[in-house]
């Protein structure tokens, strides 16, 4: 008799408890593909610490609107198939409201079909100027993409009296996008490209190569690629003694970067955006406090540095909430609030989105640096 | 000879000194990348000998090798007669751990299996890796510094030559092993024939789980003298092993004199391909040559030149 009592009321007590969350609040369920494994995975680590660290403080706050906001992570391993799966089932299986996410450019462009077939607001992580542009009405991207940096980079050449250059890029997506937009550009600086070979990512001696930039006329050698592509490069280049200002994507430009190749990086310029030297930026610039800010909460809640990738995902996530707190979680408002932003200071510029522009920031946000005794400094 | 390249003989001796500059560099290039793929099909050929394994996994020791010299010569600034073999030590346990899981004598494990079995165990390592060091791209500083050696123009980084001494002595030292000492000549005779081996008093089994040991050290070596030019990360080892199998495969699998020159053959063609053709095509006239190396000589350039399975008994049929 007892234990039926005893049953009774547990059957009593779940069901007034399930009744009671199903009208708690429901989350808002926000799908988050990161590349989490692989050589890049530190860029998706990055991102998905501060979605974490900025959800948890969110949902300390109230969340939105008294509604939790709540993070579904999937690996996308760097792999157009994988992304595109996680992205379907996202959508299909976890029923999310809006997309933060996808980390690297050769990710990001296979998924875009599916995000506006479905009509998922997805502000995406990576660079390539082919996410926005076209403008595609569903997705929107944080990062500074190939388009601003190079013409940051080649104005401040054609400033330099630099006229005739060498390219070096690696035969993936990033190398290819810093190519054809350098190669795009470039007369409209008075550049010529007098050099232009491709190496891979696998490659660990590239002498060969750039051995062959000795016997043509460059003034200068730009190198766009990424991960250790970069650090291998300015290690042959110092090696062989080719004597040409050395110019590196952005990518190149990070502590590891110097890290790996001491000495060698010395007077290595490269375009990139003012995360890493945020505290020599003027106080007047608004970007200063929004970066140190976020780098100090990062340092404290994980006890190790962030990186610039991680301030993409920031900038998605402030984005997204504001749109959030704004339109709530219909789509077609949510979307609409999301093109809407206006003078949003963030980690990689001041975003204003529009109809015509899903970038949103500006040549202004990106800064010439010069590697000197271990650090970047601001160049002008 | 037209008249105008007699006239300005300054312009020829110009364009014959670039050239060579250009080829001193581009063979530079290939011996040290060569000798880092010739030691990577070293230990594939060690393995493949004794038990007729092919060892993805191979590039893992790599890996590790260059991983623990991170952690131990660059960041705790042991010396290094402490760390390097300290970290050959590491290597071979896990060498000899994989020994224990892939080779299972008398059990009839098809060689596909065991394959999978050394894809798993290579995917395995470089997991592990990602947990107990990170997923950054790691280096530590050369053995004799920075400071790049000149001959008529071109350069090549000191390490460079480290790692082409260590080659030549590694190669040598295996010749001298497998044809003066009584357990290079046991394990030759295991590879030729293991029940034979085995009745003639050979520990098969402990030849096999030297010969792990052996194929670790090797790769372990090749990660602690490649690491300050090529960096090294937790994912780079099946790449290696691709490679290394593929050179292992155009020397002709099985023959250690085999591999040293597929390696090389391998690094020549991506090297001269990228000075004389263009980088950009570079893996294609790679493959290009390869394919049809093995296309005419199917058990690749120094492979036996036995006929083996339906070719023996078509032979037999005569």
Not at chain 1, 291 to 310: D, M, R, S, V
Not at chain 2, 84 to 105: D, E, F, H, N
Not at chain 2, 108 to 113: D, N, Q, R, Y
């Amino acid at each position: 008799m007892r234990k039926q009592v005893v049953i009774l009321l547990v059957i009593l007590l779940s069901v007034t408890l399930y009744t009671f969350s199903a009208h708690a609040a429901e989350p808002i369920r926000i799908g988050s593909p990161l590349l989490l494994s692989g050589t890049g995975a530190y860029v998706g680590g990055a991102e998905k610490d501060t979605l974490e660290m900025m959800a948890a403080d969110l949902n300390k706050a109230g969340g939105i609107n008294g509604r939790p906001i709540e993070f579904i992570f999937y690996d996308e391993e760097g792999k157009p198939d994988v992304a595109v799966s996680m992205v379907k089932r996202l959508i299909q299986k976890d029923k999310v409201s809006a997309i933060v996410g996808i980390s690297t450019s050769w990710t990001a462009l296979p998924i875009i079909p599916i995000v506006e077939k479905d009509e998922i607001p997805t502000i995406i992580l990576a660079a390539a100027i082919k996410i926005v542009d076209p403008v595609k009405k569903w997705v929107f991207k944080t990062p500074a993409d190939d388009r601003i940096v190079t013409s940051k980079l080649l104005s401040y050449m054609q400033s330099q009296g630099i006229k005739r250059i060498a390219l070096m890029s690696t035969q993936d997506g990033f190398g290819d996008g810093g190519r054809s937009e350098i190669t795009a550009q470039a007369p409209s600086f008075g550049i010529s490209i007098v050099f232009d070979d491709k190496y891979t990512m696998q490659d660990t001696d590239i002498t060969p190569t750039l051995s062959k930039i000795k016997k043509t006329d460059a003034q200068a050698v730009i190198n766009w690629s990424s991960q250790r592509a970069p650090i291998i490069l300015t290690m042959n280049y110092r090696q062989i003694g080719l004597d040409l200002p050395l110019y590196q994507s952005h990518a190149a430009f990070s502590k590891d970067f110097l890290d790996a190749t001491g000495k060698n990086s010395e007077g290595v310029k490269t375009a990139a955006m003012k995360f890493y030297g945020a505290e020599k930026l003027p106080d007047s610039d608004p970007q200063k406090k929004v970066i140190l800010g976020y780098q100090e909460a990062y340092k404290k809640k994980y006890g190790k540095e962030t990186n610039q990738f991680g301030g993409c995902a920031l900038d998605g996530f402030n984005i997204l909430v504001a749109a959030l707190k704004k339109a709530g979680d219909d789509k077609n408002k949510l979307r609409d609030a999301i093109e809407q932003t206006k003078g949003y200071v963030g980690i990689h510029g001041v975003f204003n989105y529009s109809p015509t522009d899903h970038g949103g920031i500006s040549k202004d946000s990106i800064l010439m640096y010069q590697a000197a005794g271990g650090t970047w400094n601001i160049i002008k | 000879m037209p008249q105008d390249m007699v006239a300005s003989p300054g312009f020829i001796s110009h364009g014959i000194t670039t050239m060579i500059t250009d080829i001193i560099q581009a063979i530079f290039a290939a011996l040290s990348v060569g000798s880092m793929y010739a030691l990577v099909a070293l230990g594939v050929t060690l393995i493949y000998n004794s038990t007729n394994i092919i060892n993805f996994a191979q590039g893992e020791f790599v890996m590790l090798g260059g991983m623990t010299m991170v952690t131990l010569y660059g960041q705790l600034k042991w010396p290094l007669y402490l760390s390097i073999p300290a970290t050959i030590a590491i290597t071979v346990l896990v060498g000899m751990g994989l020994m224990k899981v892939s080779y299972r004598p008398g059990k009839s494990t098809s060689l596909i299996t065991v394959l999978i079995i050394t894809i798993g165990a290579s995917l395995f390592i470089s997991g592990s890796a990602l947990h107990i060091w990170d997923a950054d791209i790691h280096r530590f500083e050369p053995f004799s510094g920075e400071i790049p050696l000149k001959l008529l123009g071109a350069a090549i980084a000191p390490q460079s030559l480290w790692i082409i001494g260590l080659t030549v002595l590694v190669v040598v030292l295996l010749v001298v092993y497998f044809q003066f000492t009584i357990y290079g000549k046991a394990m030759k005779a295991c590879a030729l024939d293991r029940t034979a081996a085995s009745m003639l008093g050979i520990r098969v089994k402990n030849m096999v789980l030297l010969s792990f040991a052996m194929s670790a050290a090797l790769g372990c070596v090749a990660g602690i003298i490649m690491t300050p030019l090529t960096m090294v990360d937790y994912n780079g080892g099946m790449l290696l092993a691709i490679k290394g199998f593929s050179a292992a495969m155009l020397g002709g699998m099985g023959s250690f004199v085999g591999a040293v020159i597929g390696g090389f053959v391998f690094s020549f063609l991506e090297s001269f391909a990228a000075t004389f053709v263009t980088s950009r095509l570079k893996e294609l006239v790679t493959f290009i040559v390869i394919i049809n190396v093995l296309l005419f000589l199917p058990r690749g350039i120094m492979g036996p030149r036995v006929k083996e399975g339906l070719e023996q008994e078509e032979v037999l049929g005569d």
